[in-house]
């Protein structure tokens, strides 16, 4: 057994010390074990405390239970939580797994008094390290050498690991894009050699390595990249944008790696993206092959593609258990991010009369990235940036004068209108929306004097 004796562990929670410490007291082994570790190795704070033990769930249960509440859940594979302070620990006893009839779950679990058992059933080396402050670090299978490397490697045959748990092959996606680390031959072709057994996980699960990989950094562009064909068995409409032309002058990528460019945007903006942009980002132009046409002169030209775009996209959201508020958000994201952004109040104006100001932003944003993939020169670029700024400004200036921009800004109603002798329901909501307009296009103050006067004009002719 492999120790390492210099590591800080000023991290570590009072709680998760005085857990171990409670063990040791009652004549038990117990250690940090996985994800935990491996943070502090890098020097990230950890979110998650996992412990193993070599105490059997009953002991740990006689042990914790007079003192706090505890949460059974997982007793048959051998996991007790402890409730400390609000906070949440759980604690597993040394096991060893067997029986994956469902590429996810093991059928048997038996409970060891080796820690070296339990940690050979773990995924990848980084995450099969174990920590106390009697023995500092145990790295058994070389995780902090992978993490030196850079590395993402199995524990023991990739093969294995993965028909076990198929879920892995998201993980070493996620942690690849996450840590910028490489994932070693063995594993990368264990990945694809297994990757159907993906349609065996729950997509729930999937959704959440899916957001997890597009939060890192650059969206995970070079693993979607590199490992398409892995994402294509759970989102196979994207195969279609793999190698299609454009044939346009302002795309001299195919439709997917245009995509995966725009993915790679990064700017002070970058970090407060959220996963409804990077959703929108991923999905923006996944219509284009299904409306490609040539004009005479053979450029490729993609009519009404920001609508297609949608419906595959809501299509794609809803297999994947997305939200509805985030299926309404990206696809209200992809339908208008092929619009003419043009920095007139009265154009900003109708525009928050159909979206509100955050959706704007986030539009302006998505814009941005877009724009990252084309083929445009770096004066293109700083010209269209500067003219997006300036949308946005003016965009700021609109809701600073709180503005008239919706029915429910104008100064006047359907009440206003009938009591000034308009027939109750005829015309009135065409009325409105012609002094909305007028509002709009400053044609005509709000108030409400000003839009009787109009009113008492319109009511006198046909606006059929």
């Not at 445009?376 to 700024?389: H, P, V």
Request: glycine content about 4%.
């Amino acid at each position: 057994m492999i120790t390492i004796n210099a590591y800080d562990s000023s991290l570590i929670p009072p709680e998760a010390t005085v857990i171990l410490n409670t063990l040791y007291d009652n004549g038990y082994e117990a250690y940090l074990v996985g994800g935990c570790v491996r943070d502090m190795y890098m020097g990230k704070i950890p979110h998650d405390w996992d412990i193993t033990t070599n105490a059997k769930p009953d002991e740990v249960i006689k042990i914790f239970g007079k003192d706090y509440n505890l949460i059974e859940l997982g007793k048959k594979f051998g996991t007790i939580a402890v409730v400390i302070n609000n906070n949440q620990y759980e604690i597993t006893t040394y096991r060893t797994e067997s029986g994956y009839t469902d590429s996810r779950h093991p059928t048997e679990v038996c409970f060891e008094q080796n820690l070296s058992e339990d940690l050979k059933r773990r995924d990848f080396t980084m995450n099969a390290m174990a920590y106390s402050p009697k023995t500092n670090i145990v790295d058994i299978f070389g995780g902090t050498k992978s993490i030196d490397t850079k590395t993402i490697s199995c524990v023991g045959n990739p093969n294995q690991r993965f028909t076990e748990d198929a879920l892995r092959i998201l993980r070493a996606l996620r942690f690849s894009a996450q840590f910028k680390f490489n994932i070693d031959s063995e594993t990368k072709k264990a990945i694809f050699d297994n990757k159907a057994l993906l349609k065996n996980i729950s997509v729930e699960r999937i959704n959440t390595e899916l957001c997890k990989i597009l939060m890192s950094r650059n969206c995970g562009a070079e693993i979607f990249r590199e490992f398409a064909e892995v994402f294509s068995v759970f989102i196979p409409q994207i195969e279609v944008m793999i190698g299609f032309k454009q044939n346009n002058k302002y795309h001299k990528y195919d439709v997917w790696e245009h995509t995966l460019h725009c993915m790679e945007y990064e700017s002070d903006i970058f970090m407060d993206t959220d996963i409804i942009i990077r959703l929108a980002v991923l999905f923006h132009d996944i219509g284009k092959p299904h409306c490609y046409t040539e004009d005479d002169n053979k450029n490729g030209h993609f009519c009404n593609h920001q609508q297609i775009s949608a419906e595959i996209t809501t299509e794609i959201l809803k297999s994947l258990k997305f939200s509805n508020d985030i299926i309404s958000k990206v696809t209200q994201l992809i339908l208008y991010h092929n619009i003419d952004f043009i920095c007139k109040k009265s154009y900003i104006k109708r525009l928050l009369n159909k979206i509100n100001a955050e959706s704007i932003r986030k539009l302006i944003i998505l814009r941005k990235y877009d724009l990252f993939g084309q083929n445009r020169t770096d004066k293109e670029l700083d010209e269209i940036y500067t003219k997006l700024d300036l949308f946005e400004k003016m965009l700021d200036e609109i809701l600073e004068e709180q503005s008239c921009f919706s029915l429910k800004d104008l100064a006047v109603n359907g009440k206003d209108l009938i009591n000034i002798g308009f027939a109750e329901n005829k015309n009135i909501g065409k009325t409105l929306n012609v002094l909305l307009g007028m509002v709009i296009d400053e044609k005509t103050d709000n108030t409400k004097e000003s839009l009787i006067k109009i009113a008492r004009e319109l009511n006198n002719t046909d606006l059929q």
